[in-house]
């Protein structure tokens, strides 16, 4: 009898270690957190308010909360065009960042030119000067800098800034943050990479920084993404919000940094009102696209 109460007590004593240890692993920052309630009032348009199909170059049917069509022109994910609309409509803003070959910093999500701009090759071979040559979704639309895309905004509308990293977190971050700090509208940084994330945590603390993630497991079966997909190594970046994909908010991690962590929670991507009236609950701020959210 002695010996099974004694099994039982190393037995509970190691799931209280292990549990105690995953807490910690998932831990995002709880001290010294900046103000979130600015990001708070805003639904955000997900690579600007955009209409095209990327894959057919179709038009899509984007309609106002007054259900009319609202958006007559044919606007390129990530464009300047589709960023001046979202910001003239008042919505918030997500939106991707990568380095070109020069370090140039220029808004645009994959890694290869592809899909959106038809050629072949990744855009970190390219100069900027050479990427001006392209045009997105065969519009007149090109691959705008960070810089135009700040100038455009100036301060009117709150932005989630995605940076893309390729090896290369304290390059990117250091050139992108050297131009956000001229910048005197409101503003956060997110990032897949935990370096990316880390490296606002060392150098800019005053930023509110997010780390994304979803559940790669579902698809990817290895040790680093089954962390990314759990959070385990929050503690080494310490991010202020966890943007995870809206399809798994059921997620434990994720749920445990808002509940027990009181972490800001973002949505991505919610890609109609059904889905955002289903996950409005479960989240703080939302990233849409598809269609325009009802309310703001």
């Known amino acids: 009898m002695m010996g099974l109460l004694f099994t039982f007590i190393r037995i509970l004593l190691s799931f ?24 708070f009032g805003h639904m955000y348009a997900h690579r600007g308010l ?10 899509k049917n984007i309609s106002n909360s007054a259900g009319q069509a609202d958006v007559p ?8 065009a589709a960023i001046k609309r979202a910001a003239d409509l008042g919505y918030g803003i997500e939106f991707d960042v990568h380095l070109t070959k020069d370090d140039i910093p220029v808004v645009f999500h994959d890694d290869t030119l592809n899909r959106i701009c038809g050629v072949k090759g990744r855009l970190k071979d390219y100069t900027y000067e050479e990427l001006l040559q392209f045009r997105l979704l065969g519009t007149q639309e090109h691959i705008p800098t960070l810089s135009e895309i ?30 956000l700090s001229d ?3 409101l503003y956060c940084i997110e990032s897949f990479h935990p370096l990316a994330v880390r ?40 991010p202020d919000f966890i943007a995870y994909n809206c ?46 959210p009802s309310r703001q």
């Open 73 to 80: 022109e044919k606007l390129p994910e990530n464009s300047y």
């Open 150 to 179: 700040l100038d455009l905004v100036d301060g009117r509308v709150p932005l989630i800034i995605e940076y893309k990293v390729e090896k290369n977190a304290d390059r990117l971050c250091r050139i992108c943050d050297s131009i």
């Open 50 to 59: 955009h209409n095209m199909d990327p894959g057919l170059q179709k038009f």
């Open 16 to 39: 209280i270690t292990v549990s105690g240890l995953y807490l910690i692993s998932i831990k995002p920052r709880i001290h010294g957190r900046p103000d979130y309630r600015p990001f």
């Open 199 to 238: 490296w606002y945590k060392i150098h800019r603390p005053n930023i509110v920084r997010g780390q994304l993630s979803e559940d790669f497991t579902r698809k990817k079966l290895n040790i680093p993404y089954f962390l990314l997909s759990h959070l385990i190594g929050n503690c080494y970046a310490s």
């Open 183 to 185: 910048y005197k509208g």
């Open 247 to 292: 399809k798994h908010k059921n997620e434990l991690s994720r749920t445990i940094c808002r509940k027990l962590y009181r972490s800001l929670s973002v949505a991505w991507t919610v890609r109609s009102q059904e889905e955002l009236d289903n996950v409005s609950r479960s989240f703080d701020l939302f990233i849409f696209e598809d269609f325009v």
